[in-house]
Antibody, heavy 121, light 107 residues
């Protein structure tokens, strides 16, 4: 069974940093493009970024609101995806999901349950 | 960036109703459009990809159509389990973008 389990969320002050992790199991993690999507309280879904497999050059793409502040990385030896978040703003408060596709790139048919990040003084 | 606009934002319907949700793209998304269902406190669930392809395990009462800039999600006969929020997502270009959502409520 495919499982994605996020961790690392919590309360952080504006300007602070946080690193989220997503532990993957039940599929070939090293062969999967991985993504982060967030959802602010009571709001819609927002794609944050993507990391390709190392075989596909391992590059990343980001949404404009988080580019230069957030960094996606992966450790295939640990089947783990990361999201390093720096210079956090109150508007970054959201549930953060890692997600992937078992079939086609850039759509999401496997999701983690999400981890809540609250940015507040 | 491709902006995705869904309408309506809220829809009140009864069990058995035929329901249609529209998603418009600010520029062509070709056929690269997905639909998701989300229930409160849960992660989204993929329903439709490539505008009209049904994800494995999704009931056949869900269907998608469209291409270019206009897409629709249709539920042929609304069931109690279908009351949820629905999102479209284009994947023709980066950044990947979602519509604002359509909440389907009980009438």
């Amino acid at each position: 069974e495919v499982q994605l389990v996020e961790s690392g969320g919590g309360l952080v002050k504006p300007g602070g940093s946080l690193r989220l992790s997503c532990a993957a199991s039940g599929f070939s993690f090293s062969n999967a493009w991985m993504y982060w999507v967030r959802q602010a309280p009571g709001k819609g879904l927002e794609w944050l970024g993507r990391i390709k497999t190392k075989a596909d050059d391992g590059t990343t793409d980001y949404a404009a609101p988080v580019k230069d502040r957030f960094t996606i990385s992966r450790d295939d030896s640990k089947n783990t995806l990361y999201l390093q978040m720096n210079s956090l703003k109150t508007e970054d408060t959201a549930v953060y999901h890692c997600t992937t596709s078992m079939a086609y790139p850039n759509i999401f048919n496997r999701w983690g349950q999400g981890t809540l990040v609250t940015v507040s003084s | 960036d491709i902006q995705m606009t869904q309408s309506p934002s809220t829809l009140s319907a009864s069990v058995g109703d035929r329901v249609t949700i529209t998603c418009r793209a600010s520029q062509s998304a070709s056929k690269w459009l997905a639909w998701y269902q989300q229930k409160p406190g849960k992660a989204p669930k993929l329903l439709i990809y490539k505008a009209s392809s049904l994800e494995t395990g999704v009931p056949s009462r869900f269907s998608g159509s469209g291409s270019g800039t206009e897409f629709t999600l249709t539920i042929s006969s609304l069931q109690p389990d279908d009351f949820a929020t629905y999102y479209c997502q284009q994947y023709n270009n980066y950044p990947l973008t979602f519509g604002g959502g359509t909440k389907v409520e009980i009438k």
